[in-house]
Structure formats: C-alpha cells, structure tokens
C-alpha cells in the first residue's frame, strides 16, 4: 500500500530536485542530484515507484534521461 505520507514526501524531494536541477549550469551539481536522486529511489517504497515510473527498471538511474523523468516522476 502506498501511503499518503510516502507519495508527499517523494513529490516534495524530486520537484525540489528537480526545480535545483534544470536551473543549474554547473555539471557537478547536476551529476550530485542524479545519484542523490538514484540513491532515494533505490531506497523508496517499490510499489511507489512502479506507479511513477510504468515499471520501468531504469527510471531516474539512466544519464540520458534523467530530465526527463525527473519531470515525470512529480507529475504523475
């Protein structure tokens, strides 16, 4: 079961990431939120992150999308 707190919580880390990230011009600091935000799905409730990632196992993990599903994951 997936708990409001669960779904709040996510949502208010990957938009704040997310804002942080695509505002940045430095690429250590992008690089920094990408394995922060890596790290936060490997630990996160698997049931919440198959509803935002379509069960996609390389969801917020992939380089070359990361903008883009770091954009998806808040808005689903």
Not at 10 to 32: C, E, G, M, P, T
């Amino acid at each position: 079961m997936i708990t409001k707190d669960s779904i709040e919580t996510a949502y208010s880390f990957l938009h704040q990431k997310r804002n942080v990230y695509i505002h940045s011009s430095l690429d250590w600091q992008k690089d920094d939120i990408e394995y922060a935000i890596a790290s936060y799905a490997d630990e996160m409730s698997q049931e919440l992150l198959n509803a935002i990632s379509g069960g996609r196992a390389d969801f917020l993990r992939d380089h070359k999308r990361f903008q883009e599903d770091i954009t998806e994951s808040y808005t689903i």
